[in-house]
């Protein structure tokens, strides 16, 4: 009686206690972050809270909106900077962000002829300021470090530019209407990659990419045009499945031009400073080539219809 009592409390022992409702939302949460990469409960909140930040500084003001710009073009700068620094690229962290904030900032408030000959005054800047450290500092001129500085510059300089610039001439709501069919493209690429990704579409570049994924892109970005940046740019449903679909193709590429950086540099996110989301550059990858892209397309449609 003794013998089958121990067996009895042994076999009590070994059974798993159950699970507290705490518990169950904590391996949830962990299946979840498991196929997502990511904290995706800290991702949503952080992005609503950026994006709550973005909103309020574009419908308040243009000038607001400008300086905004700006300081996220000077954030981008200095993360990059330092992110290449893996690579023994070394670029003055505080002279690379001065370099790219100034072309959006005069851009905004000047005119894009007035930016644009201020980002190349940027990449003078960044020449000089680089050349400056060096000295200062006892370390050689390196080519690299150069052309990889006057590319950044040019890159996060202009396409910054671009946005600033659209929304000086064309206004919040058409600076809105770009932003909607970019954020369409990356949720459609999302959802529809994770539910039926099955087709790497650059496994060199960015192994979670797919096929599946890009066509959900497609149809949410040419589906957003047509009845979110159409009405918005006052152009007909069309023009905006058009601009769409360019969007589509400019938001794509600017991923995976920051994937084949970030493979380079051997860096799974350009930095950690935003929780949930690794670098900024890492969230805005799609929105930045696509912002001079949304300007062209505007000066289009403005020029035939």
Same mark, same amino acid.
């Given at each position: 009686?003794?013998?089958?009592?121990?067996? =009895?409390?042994?076999?009590?022992?070994?059974?798993?206690?159950?699970?507290?409702?705490?518990?169950?939302?904590?391996?949830?949460?962990?299946?979840?972050?498991?196929?997502? !990469?990511?904290?995706?409960?800290?991702?949503?909140?952080?992005?609503?809270?950026?994006?709550?930040?973005?909103?309020?500084?574009?419908?308040? =003001?243009?000038?607001?909106?400008? &300086?905004?710009?700006?300081? #996220?073009?000077?954030?981008?700068?200095?993360?990059?900077?330092?992110? *290449?620094?893996?690579?023994?690229?070394?670029?003055?962290?505080? /002279?690379?962000? &001065?370099? &790219?904030?100034?072309?959006?900032? #005069?851009? +905004?408030?000047?005119?894009?002829?007035?930016?644009?000959? =201020?980002?190349?005054?940027?990449? &003078? *800047?960044?020449?000089?300021?680089?050349?400056?450290?060096?000295?200062?500092?006892?370390?050689?001129?390196?080519?690299?470090?150069?052309?990889? +500085?006057?590319?950044?510059? *040019? %890159?996060?300089?202009?396409?910054?530019?671009?946005?600033?610039?659209?929304?000086?001439?064309?206004?919040?709501?058409?600076?809105?209407?770009?932003?909607?069919?970019?954020?369409?493209?990356?949720? !459609?690429? %999302?959802?529809?990659?994770?539910?039926?990704?099955?087709?790497?579409?650059?496994?060199?570049?960015?192994?979670?990419?797919?096929?599946?994924?890009?066509?959900?892109?497609?149809?949410?970005?040419?589906?957003?045009?047509?009845?979110?940046?159409?009405?918005?740019?006052?152009?007909?449903?069309?023009?905006?499945?058009?601009?769409?679909?360019?969007?589509?193709?400019?938001?794509?590429?600017?991923?995976?031009?920051?994937?084949?950086?970030?493979?380079?540099?051997?860096?799974?996110?350009? =930095?950690?400073?935003?929780? /949930?989301? !690794?670098?900024?550059?890492?969230?805005?990858?799609?929105?930045?080539?696509?912002?001079?892209?949304?300007?062209?397309?505007?000066?289009?449609?403005?020029?035939?219809?």
């Amino acid at each position: 009686m003794r013998h089958l009592s121990a067996k =009895s409390e042994n076999c009590l022992k070994s059974d798993p206690e159950p699970h507290t409702p705490a518990q169950r939302l904590e391996e949830m949460n962990a299946r979840v972050e498991a196929r997502a !990469g990511r904290n995706l409960p800290l991702a949503i909140g952080v992005g609503l809270l950026l994006g709550a930040i973005a909103w309020v500084c574009i419908v308040y =003001s243009q000038p607001v909106f400008t &300086v905004f710009v700006s300081l #996220v073009a000077a954030f981008c700068g200095a993360e990059i900077s330092l992110a *290449l620094r893996h690579r023994d690229v070394w670029l003055p962290r505080v /002279g690379m962000a &001065v370099a &790219v904030g100034v072309g959006p900032l #005069v851009g +905004g408030f000047f005119g894009g002829l007035a930016g644009l000959l =201020s980002t190349f005054g940027g990449g &003078v *800047l960044l020449l000089v300021w680089y050349a400056a450290e060096c000295r200062m500092g006892s370390r050689p001129l390196q080519l690299p470090d150069i052309l990889w +500085g006057l590319l950044t510059v *040019l %890159y996060l300089g202009g396409c910054t530019l671009g946005a600033a610039v659209l929304d000086r001439s064309a206004g919040a709501w058409a600076l809105i209407g770009f932003l909607i069919v970019v954020i369409a493209h990356d949720i !459609g690429a %999302y959802a529809v990659g994770r539910t039926f990704g099955r087709h790497p579409m650059a496994p060199t570049i960015s192994p979670k990419k797919t096929w599946e994924g890009q066509a959900g892109a497609l149809g949410a970005a040419v589906l957003a045009g047509a009845i979110g940046l159409a009405p918005l740019w006052g152009i007909p449903w069309w023009a905006g499945a058009i601009s769409g679909l360019s969007l589509m193709f400019s938001a794509t590429f600017g991923d995976l031009l920051e994937s084949r950086v970030k493979r380079w540099i051997g860096v799974k996110d350009m =930095s950690s400073w935003i929780p /949930g989301h !690794g670098g900024l550059l890492d969230r805005l990858d799609a929105i930045l080539l696509s912002a001079p892209m949304a300007l062209a397309l505007h000066l289009i449609w403005i020029a035939i219809l």
